[in-house]
């Protein structure tokens, strides 16, 4: 599944963060930020239109995300 469809405050895991296009820049910079296999990730919170842009942690550091870029990064939830 997409980081875009985790519901809030559901614990995941990133697998992957794929490139919507040749080398794709966001998908690079997300993978410079942390958005690498293995991280714990999870939505705090969520935008009040479209539920966009979404408020995403990693480890201790929080990002906002526009939902076509969390789309990039492939989750599993957390068991």
């Known amino acids: 599944m997409n980081l875009s469809e985790l ?4 614990p995941a895991v990133v ?8 080398d794709d820049p966001i998908a690079k910079r997300l993978r410079e930020l942390g958005f690498v296999s293995g991280e714990a990730v999870r939505i705090v ?5 479209g ?10 550091t929080r990002f906002a995300l ?10 599993h939830v957390a068991s």
């Not at 519901?7 to 559901?10: D, G, H, I, M």
């Not at 539920?51 to 942690?57: E, I, N, S």
């Not at 526009?66 to 989750?75: C, D, G, H, K, L």
């Open 66 to 75: 526009r939902r076509s870029e969390a789309q990039r990064v492939r989750i």
């Open 45 to 49: 919170a969520r935008g009040p239109i």
């Open 51 to 60: 539920a966009d842009p979404l408020l995403v942690q990693i480890g201790f």
């Open 7 to 10: 519901l809030p405050f559901t």
């Open 15 to 22: 697998d992957e963060v794929i490139n919507v296009e040749g």
